[in-house]
Each structure stands twice: as structure tokens, then as C-alpha cells.
Nanobody, 125 residues
Framework: QVQLVESGGGSVQAGGSLRLSCAMS????????MGWFRQAPGKEREGVAG??????RTDYADSVKGRFTVSQDNAKVYLQMNAVKPEDTATYYC????????????????????WGQGIQVTVSS
């Protein structure tokens, strides 16, 4: 059974940095795409960053461009969060596609097959 487990969340002050990690297990092949999503209370889940293994293509939500960096190492994905803002406060989820699934490398919810349980990130002002 495929599982995704996030780590590295917590509380940080505005302007600080945080690094999220996610490890995938139970898969026989590395996923084609991995990504990060977030959901704040009362809001819909939104894509934050995505990365495609075949060519390294990455894509980011406008709200995090220049501040967040996504990277992938086989079946692990990372999100380096710099210059965080209070509006980055949310539950963050990592996700992965099947190894043979088409994916764009953009963080579109509908492209992802597997999801982690989520980890809380709280940014205080």
C-alpha cells in the first residue's frame, strides 16, 4: 500500500524559514510527479508547488514564487519555505502521481493519485 508521510512542519515567525519533507513508501517505482498542496481553515485545498521527475520541470503558485523551492529525490519530495508570511499558515499535504501517469509538473489536484495525511505549518506575525 502506497503511503506518503510528511515531516518538518511546526511554528515559525514571519520572515523565517521552514523545510518540509515527504517520503513515499510502498511503491515499486518512483512517481512521475510530486507536489505540495495546502489548505487553510475555511478554504479549498490549493496547489503550492509541483515537480516532474522526467525533466525536472517545476511550477509554483503565484503566492509563493520566489520564496518556496520544491525538489525531488526519487520517492522523496521537499519544500524549502523562505520568507514565510502569516498567510502561509495552513495544513500542508504532499502528493504523488503514479509512476506511469501523465502529469504536467504543475500542482493540479486532479493529477495526483496519492496523498499524505498533512502537516501543520503556523506562521506568526
Amino acid at each position: 500500500q502506497v503511503q506518503l508521510v510528511e515531516s518538518g512542519g511546526g511554528s515559525v515567525q514571519a520572515g523565517g524559514s521552514l523545510r518540509l519533507s515527504c517520503a513515499m513508501s510502498g511503491n515499486t517505482h518512483s512517481p512521475n510527479c510530486m507536489g505540495w498542496f495546502r489548505q487553510a481553515p475555511g478554504k479549498e485545498r490549493e496547489g503550492v508547488a509541483g515537480i516532474r521527475a522526467t525533466d525536472g520541470r517545476t511550477d509554483y503558485a503565484d503566492s509563493v514564487k520566489g520564496r518556496f523551492t520544491v525538489s525531488q529525490d526519487n520517492a522523496k519530495v521537499y519544500l524549502q519555505m523562505n520568507a514565510v508570511k502569516p498567510e502561509d499558515t495552513a495544513t500542508y499535504y504532499c502528493a504523488a502521481t503514479a509512476w506511469d501517469a501523465y502529469c504536467s509538473g504543475s500542482p493540479h489536484v486532479y493529477e495526483y493519485n496519492y496523498w499524505g495525511q498533512g502537516i501543520q505549518v503556523t506562521v506568526s506575525s
